[in-house]
C-alpha cells in the first residue's frame, strides 16, 4: 500500500499482530521511491528504541504514554518537508 499511495510520513507500532517494524521497514527500504519516507516508530516497550533507529532508520521514535496524544502531531509536520 505504500509504494501505491506514496505517504508523506509512516507510523508504524514496533510491536505487530504479524511481525514487528523492522520487518516492514526493510520492505519499505527496499523501494527506492520509499527509501526517504520519514517512518515514526511508537512502542510502549523501551528497549525497542534502539532497533527503531538502527535497523528501522527512522527519523523518530516515541515511547507511548498519554502525553503522545498533543505531541504527535508537533513530531509528524517536523518531519514533513515545509510543501507537505
Given at each position: ?41 511508537i512502542?510502549s516497550?523501551?528497549t ?37
Open positions: 500500500m505504500a509504494a501505491q499511495y506514496q505517504p508523506d510520513c509512516i507510523l508504524l507500532d514496533y510491536h505487530l499482530d504479524d511481525g514487528d517494524a523492522v520487518l516492514v521497514c526493510s520492505e519499505l527500504r527496499k523501494n527506492s521511491t520509499l527509501d526517504n519516507t520519514p517512518v515514526v516508530v512502542s516497550d523501551p525497542a528504541e534502539y532497533s527503531a533507529y538502527a535497523e528501522c532508520r527512522a527519523r523518530h521514535f516515541i515511547l507511548k504514554g498519554a502525553y503522545i496524544i498533543k505531541e504527535l502531531p508537533g513530531i509528524i509536520s517536523g518531519l514533513l518537508p515545509e510543501s507537505a
